[in-house]
């Protein structure tokens, strides 16, 4: 059975940084393109980046871009997203998903092999 588990999440200030991580068991990390996704309340669930399976193409929402980082290590089985100078408008549950047919590799992508269960995260003003 494949398990995707977010972890990382909390309640931060503005302009500080987190680092959420999704490991994956029950599949082999590496076969798969990864990504983040975010729901805030009230709002549809939207792309945040994604990477290949390789690591070597990422992709990244325009709100997030420069300031977030996604990243991956096969040998671990985990992704990670890196947030830095985080804002209040950053506030939703963080999603990671997996999926084995590229369809994650464009900005905006909306499905998935596999999902998680999410993470919180808050950022107060």
């Known amino acids: 059975q494949v398990r995707l588990a977010e972890s990382g999440g909390g309640l931060v200030q503005t302009g500080d940084s987190l680092r959420l991580s999704c490991a994956a068991s029950?599949?082999?990390?590496?076969?798969?393109?990864m990504g983040w996704f975010r729901q805030a309340p009230g709002k549809e669930r939207e792309f945040v980046a994604s990477?290949?399976?390789?690591?070597?193409?990422?992709y990244y929402a325009e709100s997030v871009k420069g300031r977030f980082t996604i990243s991956r290590d096969s040998v671990e089985n985990t992704g990670y997203l890196n947030m830095d100078s985080l804002k209040p408008e950053d506030t939703a549950v963080y999603y990671c998903?997996?999926?084995?047919?590229?369809?994650?590799?464009?900005?905006?992508?909306?499905?998935?092999?596999?999902w998680g269960q999410g993470t919180q995260v808050t950022v107060s003003s």
């Open positions: 998903a997996a999926d084995r047919h590229y369809r994650l590799r464009r900005v905006g992508s909306s499905t998935a092999d596999y």
């Open positions: 029950g599949i082999s990390f590496s076969t798969l393109d």
């Open positions: 990477i290949s399976q390789s690591g070597s193409i990422t």
